[in-house]
T-cell receptor, first 115, second 113 residues
């Protein structure tokens, strides 16, 4: 099993550009999450999904969009990139709601810099 | 609003020592608490998950305790090794936060050979 995979690993964007961060999991998990981690800080939830076709906002959703057309894939879209979106982005999945007996599994992260 | 704090932010100890990492949270109404390890340039690895009804969990040289009433958890690492060097994060599943984990900023641990 590959677990949770993310692409790309690194990316530099110019202000105003758009991009999509890819995330896929092969564990047949219903729940998927996108987090961002700023330097010296804990992770903050951007968006989450409880199954194909269902998504909802987390703590810091502004400037991002997501879709969930399949169980496996959960891409994160950045529109009009801003320097404040410079961060490391982590995708995660779990088989039940966060923390209800089951753990979350994380991808390796995407380091994004917006200049 | 739930807040999670980890002190110290960084810790450096000689190899072989036993050590304790601390995590505190402000609201005791939690489902569980989870400890993660983060290596540079890599994702997060779950180490231990403690349910709110449990007092501790053990995995190998790691032991995590939970005192929900005082809002504290500790991660005990026995006989530390250089390979234990990493950032350790704790996160709580709070009853008032729909779906999300609330994270501490982490403790960066360096084990000196």
């Amino acid at each position: 099993n590959a677990g949770v995979t993310q692409t790309p690993k690194f990316r530099i964007l110019k202000i105003g550009q758009s991009m999509t961060l890819q995330c896929a999991q092969d564990m047949n998990h219903n729940y998927m999450y996108w987090y961002r981690q700023d330097p010296g800080m804990g992770l903050k939830l951007i968006y989450y999904s409880v199954g194909a076709g269902i998504t909802d906002k987390g703590e810091v959703p502004n400037g991002y969009n997501v879709s969930r057309s399949t169980t496996e894939d959960f891409p994160l879209r950045l529109e009009l990139a801003a320097p404040s979106q410079t961060s490391v982005y982590f995708c995660a999945s779990s088989s039940t709601k966060t923390g209800e007996y089951n753990e979350q599994f994380f991808g390796p992260g995407t380091r994004l810099t917006v200049l | 609003k739930q807040e999670v704090t980890q002190i110290p932010a960084a810790l450096s100890v000689p190899e072989g020592e036993n050590l304790v990492l601390n995590c505190s949270f402000t609201d005791s109404a939690i489902y569980n608490l989870q400890w993660f390890r983060q290596d540079p340039g890599k994702g997060l690895t779950s180490l231990l998950l403690i349910q709110s009804s449990q007092r501790e969990q053990t995995s190998g040289r790691l032991n995590a305790s939970l005192d929900k009433s005082s809002g504290r958890s500790t991660l005990y690492i026995a006989a530390s090794q250089p390979g234990d060097s990493a950032t350790y994060l704790c996160a709580v599943r709070s009853m008032d936060s729909n779906y999300q984990l609330i994270w501490g900023a982490g403790t960066k641990l360096i084990i000196k050979p």
